[in-house]
């Protein structure tokens, strides 16, 4: 029929990005959305308790700002609540999602127009995650962590979907957002509370991806990566660990039956086994160090299977440990090749894992702290 013609669906979309006194880096996060190759209908930034420039900053970026009027007690949770409610006249006349993305994070340019597609494209997709790596680091610790993260982006692209919806940068459906609010305001498919996200989790990506699962919905990837910071010092990482760790084990705790048994199953058997994995690790790999040692020192200079065998074998794991981390550069790859580093900041994720365990089974030392 002459003049008859598809017009591909489209949503409507705003980007929501909390803050705390990220004055230094809500500029670039703000770039890196005016960069998508499909750019968001809005851009909104949400000052959570902030002292410094960051309105200023986001404004000069090219963001609109939301400020919360008083004090905000809830953090990142009760800041992003607030802001959807505000906006929540405008999301329900059309069909809207929200990218909710942290303000220390810069997504590469195809995430908007990838996960808008799969949105429409896919049935009952209740979020779109990106991939997180960390950000080029000048000292060890943070090269450290940049390593962990792409080892893990390499684990994550191998399957279609996520445990976890990517707090760093993630389109989440808004009927799926108001489904969620209806549900924790009854209280019965999932735990009771008062809106989108639940401002009492520790952790309110992974609690919100329960949500969505527990509801019948999807969470894929689209392959696609978001940069953001590591953390350069001990005890902002010690922090940083102790709460995702404390977080995800409450919210499994929480969720309980509501959640489905191959949800309870899967989700216990990956918090026993990450516990498994740190504990064995550095002690496989100190192991194997004391036994290179003891080969070389019994053997001295003759060349027998105990040292050609042993050779190879760290041959095979320095090749692997520098290969997985090749795209991160030569400071990666040195350290990798370096063969202990990775084995002092194993130890060191055990530790805050302990401490992390220790503080659930206790429920000492469990207050919330930014990092």
Sequence with gaps: MKGLFLMEETLYIVVMIPAWNEAGSIGEAVSSIYEQTRLPDRIFVVPNNTTDLTSVEAMAA???????PGKNEKKKAGALNWALEKLSPTLDAQRSAVLIMDADTMIEPDFIEKAEKKMIEQ????GVSSIFVGRNSTNLLGILQ???FARFARLVHKRAKVYVL???ASLISWDVLKEIKGARLEGKLLPEGESYYDVDSMTEDNELTLAILVLGFSVPHVGVKSITDVMEDYNSLYH???RWYIGALQNIKEYGRKM???MRMIYWVQQIGLYMALAI???VLFAFTIYLIQVVLSEGAVLGWSRITSIVLLILYLFVQVTTVWDQGWKCRLVALSYFPEIVYAIFLLIFYAAALWSFLTGKDMKWKHT
């Design 240 to 242: 940083q660990r102790k």
């Design 281 to 283: 690790t550095p002690i």
């Design 123 to 126: 049935a009952r997709v209740g």
């Design 260 to 262: 489905p048994p191959w």
């Design 146 to 148: 940049q390593m962990e």
């Design 166 to 168: 990517s707090g760093t």
């Design 62 to 68: 090219g963001a609109e700002v939301l400020v919360m």
